[in-house]
C-alpha cells in the first residue's frame, strides 16, 4: 500500500538549516507530484511546496520563496525539502502527500505521511 514517512526533523536555531526526507513506497514515485505541507500550533495545515514528476517545483507559501527548496530522487524514492534561513514561525509538523497526478496544479492530495516535527527556537 501507499506509504509516506517523513524524517530529518528536529530543534535548530534561528537562521538555521535541516533537511526533511519523505520516503514513498508503494507506487511509483516517478509518476506522481509530491507536495509539502505543515501545521503550527493552533493554526491550519497551509502548503509548503510541491514537485511535479518533472521536477517542477511550485510555491505554495510565499514565506518560504528564497530560504526552501524542494527535489526529488525517483530511483531512491525520496523526496527532499531542503530549509535554509530557519526562522520561529518555521516551527510545525512538516508532511509530505501524494499527489493524484503529475504536476502540482491542482491541491489534490490523496495520501499523507505522519510528519516530522520542526521546532526552530534559541
Known amino acids: 500500500q501507499v506509504q509516506l514517512v517523513e524524517s530529518g526533523g528536529g530543534l535548530v536555531q534561528p537562521g538555521g538549516s535541516l533537511r526533511l526526507s519523505c520516503a514513498a513506497s508503494?507506487?511509483?514515485?516517478?509518476?506522481?507530484?509530491i507536495g509539502w505541507f505543515r501545521q503550527a500550533p493552533g493554526k491550519e495545515r497551509e502548503g509548503v511546496l510541491c514537485?511535479?514528476?518533472?521536477?517542477?517545483?511550485?510555491y505554495y507559501a510565499d514565506s518560504v520563496e528564497g530560504r526552501f527548496t524542494i527535489s526529488r530522487d525517483n530511483a531512491k524514492n525520496m523526496v527532499y525539502l531542503q530549509m535554509n534561513s530557519l526562522k520561529p514561525e518555521d516551527t510545525a509538523v512538516y508532511y509530505c502527500?501524494?499527489?493524484?497526478?503529475?504536476?502540482?496544479?491542482?491541491?489534490?492530495?490523496?495520501?499523507w505521511g505522519q510528519g516530522t516535527q520542526v521546532t526552530v527556537s534559541s
Open positions: 508503494g507506487f511509483t514515485l516517478d509518476y506522481y507530484a
Open positions: 514537485i511535479s514528476s518533472s521536477d517542477s517545483s511550485t
Open positions: 502527500a501524494l499527489h493524484q497526478g503529475r504536476t502540482c496544479l491542482s491541491d489534490v492530495f490523496v495520501s
